[in-house]
């Protein structure tokens, strides 16, 4: 299904993820950024929404609910309270978790 090898310290961008789909399906570039587009905006707006969207396989999009806690601001030297807020995470599948760890070539 996947054909490449996993290298570590290295970034890949948009575009790049963008540009091997379209090699890899024939799909032109253009209809590639839309479906990539889309389904990364389907995915904050459904966080945005308070749901929590789940990949098998590949992991799934959590929103991690953090208390509220008491933090310094160093400059002025004053104690401010954070209050309590959501932070949108990525938790990672164990199959996906598991290939990274073992840095598996992925099929």
């Known amino acids: 299904m996947y ?5 570590f310290n290295q970034t890949m961008t948009k575009a790049e993820i963008v540009d091997r789909i ?6 032109e570039k253009n209809t590639v950024i ?17 749901e929590e969207v789940f990949l098998r396989g590949f992991g799934s999009f959590i929103i991690k609910r953090k208390a509220q806690k008491t933090g310094r601001n160093i400059s002025s030297n004053t104690t401010v309270i954070i209050p309590a807020h ?22």
């Open 22 to 27: 379209a090699k890899q399906t024939g799909i």
């Open 86 to 107: 959501s932070v949108p995470a990525f938790k990672p599948a164990k199959t996906f978790r598991d290939m990274v760890k073992g840095g598996i070539e992925a099929k």
């Open 34 to 50: 839309a479906v990539v587009e889309t389904f990364m905006e389907s995915v904050k707006n459904s966080m945005i929404a308070g």
């Open 3 to 7: 054909n490449f090898i996993i290298h």
